[in-house]
């Protein structure tokens, strides 16, 4: 889905124009945006929360030539999902479809 879906979906939802529709998704965006920028922890219940995590120096290798590389401390923003919106894409609880394995075949006689 990309954001013109979401505002697509929003603006059919609510009966609204194309424009109302990019305000509230620019807005809810924003406000996320904002509140991880400041260091605050975004909560959404039923969905997930945002937070941002600090990540330390290193020195890392340029692919193509081979040259070390000085990688800075940075923040990275980080989404865990909520208990019911795991649930919701793993209905059977299982973290991924198991494969059956195919029954033996016997040799023909």
């Known amino acids: 889905m990309t954001k013109a879906d979401l505002i697509d979906k929003v603006t ?9 529709g990019e ?10 945006i904002n509140a991880l920028r400041g260091g605050d922890k975004v909560e959404i219940r039923g969905f997930g929360s945002f937070r941002t995590r600090q990540r330390k120096p290193r020195i890392g290798r340029n692919p193509k030539t081979g040259a070390r590389v000085e990688v800075p401390a940075k923040r990275i923003p980080f989404f865990k999902p909520s208990k019911e919106l795991r649930e919701l ?7 991924a479809p198991a494969e059956t394995p195919a029954p033996p075949t016997e040799p023909a006689a």
């Open 12 to 20: 059919a939802q609510g009966d609204l124009t194309r424009r109302d």
């Open 89 to 95: 894409v793993n209905p059977n609880g299982n973290a």
């Open 23 to 32: 305000v509230i998704v620019d807005t809810l965006f924003a406000s996320v």
